[in-house]
T-cell receptor
Framework: NAGVTQTPKFRVLKTGQSMTLLCAQDMNHEYMYWYRQDPGMGLRLIHYSVGEGTTAKGEVPDGYNVSRLKKQNFLLGLESAAPSQTSVYFC?????????FGQGTRLTVV | ELKVEQNPLFLSMQEGKNYTIYCNYSTTSDRLYWYRQDPGKSLESLFVLLSNGAVKQEGRLMASLDTKARLSTLHITAAVHDLSATYFCAVVSGGATNKLIFGTGTLLAVQP
């Protein structure tokens, strides 16, 4: 999807390791979101941001931290990865009325 | 807290048939989205519904919104195999938070 880039696209972690997922958008959007997608559960909101320097918890925030130091970037961190965090992670940025999604990051924690 | 429910979760259809996917949400919102997702891919925006009574159509898909009933429908007319995908509705929560909350999705399989 044009305008929202996620890095990396794939990653395998060992239990207890840490990592950061980067979401970058070039559309000057205020709102950015991080979701995880698991089979049969749709997309669940982890954390979101309504502007530079702000973050807020979503539906399933435990085990994740986020930062939005620059407007164009929204970082999702896993401090100590667990197998339950194996999922596909999507980032989105939103400016009324449309939300744009990144291509996703497939994360496996072994 | 905003909850979004979709049904059915899985839909197997024959080509040429019609069917409707339903999306209910729990709190007031004036913005509802429908997305399509193909296996292993990201989400593709289908429709944005911004007001009560809004109806939008694209090809064999038609979406509508009833904000009073907190219900949106995605109607499929004369299904074809190319429509096989997972369809999500998503609702924006009111106020300053503007959280975008998704339904669980409907996996549509159109059989020849």
């Amino acid at each position: 999807n044009a305008g929202v880039t996620q890095t990396p696209k794939f990653r395998v972690l060992k239990t207890g390791q840490s990592m950061t997922l980067l979401c970058a958008q070039d559309m000057n959007h205020e709102y950015m979101y991080w979701y995880r997608q698991d089979p049969g559960m749709g997309l669940r909101l982890i954390h979101y941001s309504v502007g530079e320097g702000t973050t807020a918890k979503g539906e399933v925030p435990d085990g994740y931290n986020v930062s939005r130091l620059k407007k164009q970037n929204f970082l999702l961190g896993l401090e100590s990865a667990a197998p339950s965090q194996t999922s596909v992670y999507f980032c989105a940025s939103w400016s009324r009325p449309v939300a744009f999604f990144g291509q996703g990051t497939r994360l496996t924690v072994v | 807290e905003l909850k979004v429910e979709q049904n059915p979760l899985f839909l197997s259809m024959q080509e040429g048939k019609n069917y409707t996917i339903y999306c209910n949400y729990s709190t007031t919102s004036d913005r509802l989205y429908w997305y399509r997702q193909d296996p292993g891919k990201s989400l593709e925006s289908l429709f944005v519904l911004l007001s009560n009574g809004a109806v939008k159509q694209e090809g064999r898909l038609m979406a509508s919104l009833d904000t009073k009933a907190r219900l949106s429908t995605l109607h499929i007319t004369a299904a074809v195999h190319d429509l096989s995908a997972t369809y999500f509705c998503a609702v924006v929560s009111g106020g300053a938070t503007n959280k975008l909350i998704f339904g669980t999705g409907t996996l549509l399989a159109v059989q020849p």
